[in-house]
T-cell receptor, first 113, second 116 residues
Framework: DSGVTQTPKHLITATGQRVTLRCSPR?????VYWYQQSLDQGLQFLIQ???????AKGNILERFSAQQFPDLHSELNLSSLELGDSALYFC????????????FGPGTRLTVL | AQKITQTQPGMFVQEKEAVTLDCTYD???????LFWYKQPSSGEMIFLIY??????QNATEGRYSLNFQKARKSANLVISASQLGDSAMYFC?????????????FGPGTSLSVIP
């Protein structure tokens, strides 16, 4: 158990809908990262927050947004969902330093029908 | 551009044998970090080992060791005495601060199958 929690574990929805994925980092970790893992794209970094502020942005679509709250939990919002958004979405957390490994949550498997 | 290459899409190893999973990287940064993660069929990502670009010693964690050759830009993972539970996908990753601080890039992964 990494100490990172993600809810829900599975999510099935329809095209055009909007969903919210939630992540609670390990106690004491200030950084939260979001990743998308799909069969064709592999593991793609989406966005990182550090202590409530956006720190780095990767291959995140404009239809996707995220935020980190004062209690350090984070939410990833996916809107106008398309079939291609079906993937495993991971949240990871770290203390925030360069040498710190990231601890991954169990992931949320999103299926868009 | 920062990039991670894992040229072995799939590997087989006999139980109790050692196996090397290849990883090469491309970066113009002088300071960077290299990571290996394991993803079993259950889906979770498990951190295995870390190597900093300025570390003079190769990193080791139990049965895992990282063969770091900086001049060749390679960071191969060596698993000694393979076990059936080592069957999984293995991802090499790099922290690339020059691109944007704390961003991590993952390679495509290598699928390892341990044969009894």
């Amino acid at each position: 158990d990494s100490g990172v929690t993600q809810t829900p574990k599975h999510l099935i929805t329809a095209t055009g809908q909007r969903v919210t994925l939630r992540c609670s980092p390990r106690s004491g970790d200030l950084s939260v990262y979001w990743y998308q893992q799909s069969l064709d794209q592999g593991l793609q970094f989406l966005i990182q927050y550090y202590n409530g502020e956006e720190r780095a942005k990767g291959n995140i679509l404009e239809r996707f947004s995220a935020q980190q709250f004062p209690d350090l939990h984070s939410e990833l919002n996916l809107s106008s969902l398309e079939l291609g958004d079906s993937a495993l979405y991971f949240c990871a957390s770290s203390e925030g330093g360069e040498d710190n490994e990231q601890f991954f949550g169990p992931g949320t498997r999103l299926t868009v029908l | 551009a920062q990039k991670i290459t894992q040229t072995q899409p799939g590997m087989f190893v006999q139980e109790k044998e050692a196996v090397t999973l290849d990883c090469t990287y491309d970066t113009s940064d002088q300071s960077y970090g290299l990571f290996w993660y394991k993803q079993p069929s259950s889906g979770e990502m498990i951190f295995l080992i870390y190597q900093g670009s300025y570390d003079e010693q190769n990193a080791t964690e139990g049965r895992y060791s990282l063969n770091f050759q900086k001049a060749r830009k390679s960071a191969n993972l060596v698993i000694s005495a393979s076990q059936l539970g080592d069957s999984a996908m293995y991802f090499c990753a790099m922290r690339a601060p020059k691109t944007s601080y704390d961003k991590v890039i993952f390679g495509p992964g290598t699928s390892l199958s341990v044969i009894p």
